[in-house]
C-alpha cells in the first residue's frame, strides 16, 4: 500500500510532501519541506524507515545547502552516524521528530497504540532545522479521545492537542501544521 500526505505550516510559507509505502517488511516515509523557522527559509528532504512495529531503523535528512545527517538504530533504542560510530547521546531513542514535519508524531502514536490511554513519557532523537544537530528530547503523548493526543514536551514548556486520522497521521497540529489532502 502507498500513500500521499501533504501538511502546510499554519502560519507563514511552506509546503510538506509526504509519499509513505507499507512494504512486506518495512514501512518507508519519503518527504520533501520547504518553509520559514523563523531563522529563515529552509528546504530538506527525509527518509524514515520503520520496521512493522513502527520501529525506526534508518533517518537521512538532507538540507539544502548541504548539511546532512544519517542515523540507524537497532529498533531498540541503540544508534550509529553514517561513519558507524555509535551515538550514546541517543541511547533509549525509539523514534525521532524532525522539527519541521508532523508526520514525525505518527511514529510514537502508531508504535505505542493503546500504551496511550496513559501519558507515556518517551525519549526521542529530535532533529532541528536548517542545523541537523541531533540531540536527545522528552515528549509525553496521551490519548484523550479517538482521533485526539496531546503531545507535550516533557518539560512542560510547550503542549498541543494533534487531530489525527485513522492511521495517525496528523490532520490538524494546531498553530503548527494542518493536512491539506485526505486520502
Known amino acids: 500500500m502507498q500513500q500521499s500526505y501533504r501538511w502546510r505550516p499554519e502560519e507563514g510559507p511552506g509546503l510538506e510532501h509526504l509519499h509513505l509505502a507499507y512494504r512486506e517488511d518495512v514501512i518507508v516515509a519519503d518527504a520533501v519541506v520547504i518553509g520559514d523557522r523563523g531563522d529563515g527559509a529552509f528546504g530538506c528532504s527525509y527518509r524514515i524507515c520503520c520496521d512493522l512495529g513502527w ?11 548541504g548539511a546532512s545527517l544519517v542515523l540507524t538504530s537497532d529498533g531498540n533504542g541503540h544508534w550509529h552516524d553514517g561513519d558507524g560510530r555509535r551515538q550514546p547521546q541517543l541511547d533509549g531513542c525509539i ?14 502514536i502508531r508504535r505505542l497504540g493503546a500504551a496511550l490511554a496513559q501519558r507515556s513519557i518517551i525519549a526521542v532523537a529530535y532533529v ?5 544537530k541531533v540531540e536527545r528530547a522528552e515528549q509525553a503523548y496521551t490519548r ?9 514536551n516533557a518539560d512542560g514548556s510547550f503542549e498541543s492537542e ?11 497540529y494546531p498553530s503548527l501544521f494542518a493536512r491539506l489532502d485526505t486520502p
Open 55 to 65: 520501529r525506526v531503523r534508518s533517518l537521512e535528512v538532507h538540507a539544502a545547502g
Open 95 to 108: 523514534d525521532v521528530d524532525i522539527a519541521a514535519t508532523p508526520f514525525t508524531n505518527t511514529l510514537p
Open 128 to 132: 532541528p532545522l536548517p542545523s541537523l
Open 144 to 152: 484523550l479521545a479517538a482521533g485526539r493526543y496531546l503531545y507535550e
Open 162 to 172: 494533534l487531530e489525527v486520522d485513522a492511521d495517525g497521521l496528523v490532520l490538524r
